[in-house]
């Protein structure tokens, strides 16, 4: 007998979602919501199977390349008959774990522990206990009499709304089945008015009345059993996910200044005595190298940052890698292909984009670097652009090492400075720099002596023939 099996349902649409998207594919904290579930199921040992519908396409390709297989509900009924559609797709003997895939807090040890719990049985159901039940399916113990009692039905039956509420032992909808049982349960399940949907919890009584069902009740986070319905519930999904992920690195080492304002998606690697400070995100594939520092209120995505760095406040990195000892910003953004080797500067209100910028270079303030080599030691003044795009393609900038830009100087692509060259504030270049030459590319400066008194009594007189004309002071009468 092979090793056990999962099966996710993702096959709805979520209305109560108030989106275009299938509610699975919404994202958690950089997964699709549905990934989070399959992490779960393999992290405990699980072969994945989805049952998909609704956007099938964006599911498969939401999932592409974690060795999942897929069955297709073709006409969704409820949950009996989305598991009945990946019947022909299972094995006939085995265990087969079912849960939900809107469920993105769901960990791994507790689907282990409801394997060990089910030992064998028919059915076995993963209950939690919610103070506020409200339109849960309850679990209903009468004697070793276990079935599962959906909210609509206890309305139906009668049931006070007092008696509901002290109902409080909830369906989390997820369980495991014995598959020969659940192949020979399934063709007979009947339809629930008034949708004629197919309940999977019908499978709880009819393997309680043989004398192999189990109810486990979940005893952590009721949170963490409970999917997701709606947007405010994602949203809550997401702070409790990032509030494990965030102890998860404090505990191996790193501080966060203020966890509760700080954002921290999955795969995230962060190194020991990493200092991140308020108001920071770390999005999907951030890795932080030992002693990394970032200031308040960074944005980092998709970069690699080494041992030592420092992102001071207010910057954005994504796409980019900073060298060791590098220090960026405050209000820098290094844009995707930015490369920044050790030691290197790159100041306040600097872009870098699709450029390498060589060891102990320093870009200190306000200027672009795009598409471009900046060698070591070089030192790029205040204002500098690299003109790259002359409106039909990108060309290429090259700055050797140890050369000196003076301020407010553009660089018109294609173009190379040369090593120790130096190039005069003001300048625009357009021809290449040799090595170690002196370049200036400016207008000549012209003074005219005694001018600017005469400038100003011209403008203080403009001004106040302005003023009286706007007073009428002026008009004639």
């Known amino acids: 007998m092979g090793p056990p099996l999962a099966l996710v349902l993702a096959a709805g649409l979520g209305t109560r979602m108030r989106s275009r998207h299938a509610k699975v594919l919404h994202p958690v904290l950089g997964w699709p919501m549905v990934r989070h579930a399959v992490a779960a199921c393999q992290e405990a040992g699980l072969e994945v199977r989805l049952v998909v519908h609704h956007q099938e396409p964006q599911v498969r390709e939401a999932l592409a390349g974690l060795h999942v297989a897929f069955s297709r509900q073709e006409h969704p009924r409820g949950t009996g008959d989305a598991v009945r559609a990946a019947l022909a797709d299972l094995p006939a003997t085995g265990t087969l774990v079912v849960l939900p895939g809107d469920a993105p807090l769901l960990r791994a040890q507790t689907l282990t522990a409801l394997l060990d719990a089910h030992q064998g049985r028919l059915v076995t159901c993963l209950s939690v206990r919610l103070p506020d039940p409200a339109e849960y399916g309850r679990i209903v113990r009468d004697g070793d ?74 005893s952590g986070d009721p949170a963490e059993v409970m999917g997701v319905n709606d947007r405010w519930a994602m949203s809550e999904a997401e702070r409790r996910l990032g509030e494990r992920l965030k102890q998860a690195h404090a505990l191996a080492g790193v501080s966060f200044q203020d966890p509760a304002s700080t954002r921290v998606e999955v795969e995230v690697l962060l190194g020991q005595d990493v200092l991140i400070g308020p108001g920071c995100v770390l999005a999907r594939g951030v890795v932080l190298g030992e002693g990394v520092e970032v200031g308040p209120h960074c944005v980092l995505s998709r970069c690699r940052v080494h041992a030592g760095a420092r992102i001071l406040a207010h910057s954005v990195v994504d796409g980019a890698e900073v060298g060791a000892g590098a220090q960026v910003g405050p209000l820098a953004r290094l844009r995707p292909g930015a490369v920044l080797e050790a030691d290197v500067r790159v100041g306040n209100f600097v872009e870098v984009k699709q450029s390498r910028i060589e060891e102990g270079a320093k870009v200190s303030h306000l200027s672009y670097i795009g598409d471009a080599r900046v060698g070591a030691g070089a030192n790029v003044g205040a204002g500098t652009i690299t003109c790259n795009y002359d409106g039909f393609g990108k060309h290429h900038t090259e700055i050797g090492a140890g050369a000196f830009i003076g301020s407010n100087t553009a660089l018109v692509a294609p173009l190379r400075v040369g090593v120790g060259a130096i190039v005069g504030a003001g300048s625009t270049l357009t021809a290449d720099v040799p090595d170690q030459a002196l370049a200036v590319a400016r207008g000549a400066q012209i003074n005219r002596s005694d001018l600017a008194p005469r400038l100003r009594a011209r403008n203080q007189a403009l001004a106040r023939l302005h003023a009286a004309r706007s007073s009428g002071e002026g008009e004639p009468s």
Request: with cysteine.
């Open 145 to 218: 009499q276990l079935r599962i009692v959906e909210a609509a039905e206890l309305v139906l039956a009668g049931r006070s709304e007092a008696e509901r509420a002290a109902m409080d032992e909830v369906n989390s909808g997820v369980y495991a089945f014995d598959l020969a049982f659940l192949h020979e349960l399934l063709p007979s399940l009947q339809p629930h008015p008034p949708k004629g949907e197919l309940y999977l919890t019908d499978a709880l009584a009819a393997a309680s009345a043989r004398g192999g069902a189990a109810v486990l009740c979940h």
